[in-house]
């Protein structure tokens, strides 16, 4: 799943990187989902093929797309599955979408303090994650 999620990224990567630059959040999010449902419509293939029921042979993707610009700010978080987003602050790992069980025993990713920030169109498909960018060149 990770090869084929990443070479669909690859032969995607002028189009997501002119998206993630302008902001186009819409472009982005039907995008990814576009690219996702490729993705796991090959793993739900390849369990016909081994005779195995689509359940039984599925994955949990989680991935990050950062924009090589250093004026570019936006990070995209996508996928499907459990799983989460895990940043690197202080020398420990934060989880920014800890597991939280809802009554009756099933969980759910859910955000601390409740609902996930939404950005002004209500998408929540990126995130700031208030990582610092390299200083420019410039600075002094």
Do not use: N
């Not at 950062?66 to 602050?89: E, K």
């Amino acid at each position: 799943a990770c090869r084929w999620i990443g070479g669909a990224v690859a032969r995607s990567h002028l189009r997501l990187s002119e998206d993630i630059r302008a902001g186009r959040r819409g472009d982005l999010k039907s995008g990814l989902h576009r690219l996702t449902d490729r993705t796991y419509g090959k793993l739900r293939a390849r369990a016909a093929e081994l005779g195995v029921e689509p359940d039984a042979y599925t994955a949990s993707l989680r991935c990050l797309l950062l924009s090589a610009d250093p004026d570019c700010r936006t990070r995209v978080f996508f996928g499907v599955g459990s799983g989460g987003l895990f940043r690197l602050r202080d020398g420990l790992w934060q989880d920014l979408e800890p597991f939280i069980p809802e009554s009756g025993g099933a969980g759910r990713a859910a955000w601390p303090g409740g609902e996930q920030e939404a950005g002004p169109d209500g998408d929540r498909l990126t995130m700031d994650l208030q990582i610092t960018g390299p200083a420019s060149p410039d600075a002094e």
